[in-house]
């Protein structure tokens, strides 16, 4: 959904020589050279318009452009890869980090240290060399640090819980452009709602986490025609109630499109697939999958023992920039019933037109308990529903509300937060987390951003919202 557009606001020429002169990185007005292209995301659904762009090269370039947008009364929108764009940025300063990609691996520690603009491909390279790895997402072209901060539902997310989990300190700039190094020491309760609550309180321009002793994994899709998804489906849901925790996997209808860079097997098909990530032995591995190879003959099996490198072979997520909107829940116990309702929806026959309708299993580290109390929500769920429907005005929205209205009696009343997108509305934000957390950080986001600074992303809004500021 897109605001109102206006016309973008005039800067003096002076002024804007001034950032200029202050940051290392472009800055960028609208029709010159590069202005389009700073703004250009992976989810291509929405196209920024910004006020002014800043492509920021470091901390202090952020803390520049935060400074220039309080004083200008503007808004303040970040963006790295553009994965998970929530509200256009018509209007407001925009800050690339897409140039600030610094990372260190501290192996006798077991952490890395990343910039805003790092994706998670980086992290797992560097990673690697250690028998290393981060929670990284399905994906490994998305920001880390915009990923972990939204919580992180990791390939490995039973294993070792949410990315954000595993955050040990952050470096943000507040909406007074001050830079503050936040930790369980350090300003706790800022740390706390960085946390989870993602890009509501600041700017975060470096990260530390945590990074898991995983050198390897048994691992990869067991891929089956649609025409199987009735017995698949409700089978895999039972076989999720006894695996350990770990064992992390996800079950996926999915519609591909007919295209050439598809395998062959995969192109212009329905399928339904089981994704696997295991860290326990490869033996361990095969006799706890062998139920469900046992379902029937598969289109394709790349279920086997992996180099953790490979992971993003699991899911095989897209590459290339393209049109999507997603939607989520977060689900309990689902039986044949629930199985039922979803294949009447998006299962064979049913003419569906959802590219996918995926469901996590939960649980395991996910419930806790956590290395360190943060605002992550929903811990209690068993599955994550997501759903992508490709366009920019898809056929897919009356098919997702059809699902989730099938699923109305196994929703938890829940929301992922990084599974939200632009239609998301102010509800769909606070079911990201329980009630206690929302208020707390709504408390917090008064204390740090009380005019509501950064307020182009799925926001919290101040609990005390000063007169005439934009919520």
Not at 283 to 293: I, N
Request: aromatic share 6%.
């Amino acid at each position: 959904m897109r605001s109102a557009v206006q016309d973008p606001p005039h800067f003096p020429a002076d002024q804007v020589a001034a950032l200029a002169a202050a940051v290392r990185g472009p800055v960028l007005l609208p029709g010159q050279d590069g202005y389009a292209e700073e703004g250009a995301g992976f989810n291509t659904l929405l196209a920024h318009r910004p006020a002014l762009v800043v492509g920021a090269t470091g901390a202090a370039d952020v803390a520049a452009a935060v400074r220039f947008a309080a004083g200008h009364g503007l808004p303040v929108a970040v963006q790295a890869t553009g994965h998970g764009a929530a509200r256009a940025a018509d209007g407001a300063v925009l800050v690339s980090t897409r140039r600030m990609t610094g990372l260190r691996i501290a192996p006798d520690r077991g952490t890395a240290r990343m910039s805003a603009g790092v994706l998670w491909e980086q992290v797992i390279h560097e990673g690697a060399a250690h028998g290393l790895a981060p929670l990284n997402g399905s994906s490994p072209l998305v920001g880390a640090v915009s990923f972990t901060l939204g919580g992180g539902l990791a390939v490995l997310a039973r294993t070792f819980g949410y990315a954000a989990d595993h955050i040990r300190s952050l470096d943000v700039v507040t909406a007074d452009g001050v830079l503050r190094q936040v930790d369980q020491e350090r300003e706790p309760e800022l740390f706390w709602g960085l946390c989870g609550g993602k890009g509501n309180f600041g700017i975060v321009t470096s990260m530390e986490i945590g990074l898991m002793p995983v050198s390897r994994l048994y691992g990869g899709a067991l891929t089956f025609d649609g025409a199987a998804a009735p017995a698949v489906l409700p089978a895999w849901l039972e076989w999720t109630a006894s695996a350990p925790r770990e064992m992390s996997s996800s079950l996926a209808l999915v519609r591909f499109p007919d295209e050439a860079a598809l395998p062959a097997e995969l192109r212009g098909r329905f399928v339904v697939q089981v994704r696997i990530a295991f860290t326990g032995t490869a033996a361990e591995g095969a006799r706890l999958v062998a139920p469900l190879r046992e379902l029937g003959a598969r289109v394709l099996d790349t279920v086997r023992e992996m180099p953790y490198a490979e992971v993003a072979s699991i899911h095989g997520d897209p590459t290339e920039p393209y049109t999507y909107h997603e939607r989520t829940a977060m689900l309990g116990e689902l039986d044949r019933a629930a199985a039922g309702r979803i294949l009447e929806a998006a299962g064979p026959g049913s003419g569906c037109p959802l590219g996918l309708v995926e469901l996590r299993h939960l649980g395991g580290a996910l419930e806790g308990p956590v290395r360190h109390d943060n605002a992550v929500g929903n811990r209690d769920a068993r599955y994550c529903l997501l759903t992508v429907a490709p366009g920019a005005r898809p056929a897919g929205q009356a098919a997702d509300d059809l699902l989730l209205e099938r699923l109305a009696p196994w929703a938890t009343g829940g929301k992922y937060l990084n599974f939200l997108d632009s239609s998301a509305d102010e509800s769909h934000v606070r079911a990201a987390f329980t009630s206690e957390a929302y208020t707390r950080l709504a408390a917090l986001k008064a204390r740090y951003d009380p005019a509501n600074l950064f307020r182009v992303n799925h926001n919290i809004a101040p609990a005390a919202l000063p007169s005439g500021v934009p919520a």
